[in-house]
């Protein structure tokens, strides 16, 4: 009888057990709504687990109790198991006109994406996603800025999503450009400054070089741009230098664009003058007229019976414009040779602009007298049809006397002087004389000195005696 009860509750029990296995094998779904039995015929008292899955997050408790109270009872397990099915955000990243690596950062999880890729003058967009979120949450995604290029739009994405959802975090970058400022230096060397505005930004950039005589091309860039703005690259003024167009330059350029912006100098000139003077010392003044400039120029110097180079310029011209640098021969000078010179000059130019002066030379003519003074007359002349007059009037006692006379302006020559003829007078000797006035202010004694006699006089006394007669 025992061993009968004992049978039959072995196999009361037995199916009751095979039961829950298969629950198990089956797995419990309760997120899908599906519902087990587990008959628990030998306790009546039984606390039931739900295992999660890596899909699905638990919506409420993992465990629920249910009590079986007698044989055959079927008692509900409670709380009933919920599950919601986990979802993602999907990262979209459009990238205009470059390359480069992206981070996003999801908030409270401590996980990161970097999207890579894009290409220069295209628009390419990039995809990832933060998977395995929960449902019915609050996500923040942040992007990390990244050089070279700039943020189009929020760089902070706040979103969540339903059970099983998905929600799109859209980021778009442009890539960064430059300006390439191209220097053509025609002439000379210098240093050239640039500054940039726009979009609230500034910079200033320096470009130095260039040759005398040759043309030089300088490059520089203002880089790390914001694209689709409008700029403005200003150049400042060279004082040793003359702009060939405008000294602004407005531009703009697509995401990873370049655009240039291109400036010319020449630089200025100058115009030496180179004064000779032959025989003397004097000042001598030049001016310059042309291109719309004017300026005045004096050189002094020289030295008697020598001959001195002086030198002077004419600097900060404007190239390829015609000058003229006019002289202006001082009184005791006399010129040899143009003294008006036109000139022009390319790029850092330096063309010469020579003249030449010669002192005037001088004769002198000495009049000697015995017996009386008088005043006498001379006649010069000389190369180049030179034709003087002068007069002496001696001074002294009646026994000798004395003058002399000048004849200048002379050119370098050989010169005759003759004496006109004084009816109280007669000469002693030549009436001619010859001087050579050697070089350029040189002084020429007239040699013979002439010299001349007073008349005189005979008184005859007639004594008539006793009578009248002639």
Known sequence: MYRRRHR????AVSPCLHERRKGRDRGDEAGRGRQRQLHLLAHPGRQLYHP??????????????????????????LPEFSNAHKGQIVVTKQVEGGSGSFTFSLSGTGSSITLSGGAPGTTV????????????????????????????????????????GSATCAFTDQASGQIV??????????SFTFSLTGNGTSGSLTLSGGSMGTTVTLTGSFTGLSPNTTYTVSESANAGFVPVGPTTCVTSFAPGGSATCAFTDQAKGQ?????????GNGSFTFTLTGGGQSGSLTLSGGAPLVTVTLTGS?????????????????????AVGPTVCVTSFGPGGSPTCSFTNQAIGSVVVTKNTTGGNGTFSFTITGPGGVTMSATISTTGSTVAGSGTATFNGLAPGTYTVTEAANSDFVPVGLTTCTAVVAGPGSMAPCLPEFSNAHKGQIVVTKQVEGGSGS
């Open 52 to 77: 999660e899955r890596s899909d699905f997050v638990p919506v409420g408790l993992t465990t629920c109790t249910a009590v079986v109270a007698g044989p055959g009872s079927m008692a509900p397990c």
């Open 8 to 11: 039959r509750r072995r196999d």
């Open 271 to 279: 115009i030496v003058v180179t004064k000779q003077i032959q025989g």
């Open 125 to 164: 967009n990039l995809t990832g996603s933060f998977t395995g979120l929960a449902p019915n949450t609050t996500y923040t995604v942040s992007e990390s800025a990244s050089a070279g290029f700039t943020a189009v739009g929020p760089t902070v994405c706040t979103t969540s999503f339903g059970p099983g």
């Open 314 to 334: 004419f600097t900060g011209l404007p190239a390829n414009n015609t000058y003229t640098v006019s002289e202006t021969v001082p009184a005791g000078f006399t």
């Open 181 to 190: 400022v191209t220097k053509q230096v025609e002439g000379g060397s210098g």
